[in-house]
């Protein structure tokens, strides 16, 4: 049975850090696409950052750029989002994403993911 299993969120006071964990089980990191969202109930889904399966390469939106860290532990199978000097506007339910399929084109719309975790919520208070 595929798995994603978020770990990490939690209350924080404004210019603080958490770290996100995601742990997989029933594939594989290696060559995935792996991804973050987040979302606030009532509003639109935003995906945040991601890692290509095919080259490595990183991206972050522009609201997160500077202050939050993508990262993979493929030997663990685990990955993480650490994020500084968080912000209010930073509270959300956050979502981890995998895609397995090296031929995907990574991005941050949301279908080119087939796996989803259950969320783990952020609360930033100022």
């Known amino acids: 049975e595929v798995q994603l299993v978020e770990s990490g969120g939690g209350l924080v006071l404004a210019g603080g850090s958490l770290r996100l964990s995601c742990a997989a089980s029933g594939f594989t990191f290696d060559d995935s696409t792996i991804g973050w969202f987040r979302q606030v109930p009532g509003k639109e889904r935003e995906g945040i950052s991601y890692i290509s399966g095919s080259d490595g390469s990183k991206y972050y939106t522009d609201s997160v750029k500077g202050r939050f860290t993508i990262s993979s532990d493929n030997a663990e199978n685990t990955m993480f989002l650490q994020m500084n000097s968080l912000k209010p506007e930073d509270s959300a339910i956050y979502y981890c994403?995998?895609?397995?399929?090296?031929?995907?084109?990574?991005?941050?719309?949301?279908?080119?993911?087939?796996?989803w975790g259950q969320g783990t919520q952020v609360t930033v208070s100022s």
């Open positions: 994403a995998a895609s397995p399929d090296p031929a995907v084109v990574a991005g941050l719309w949301g279908l080119e993911y087939d796996y």
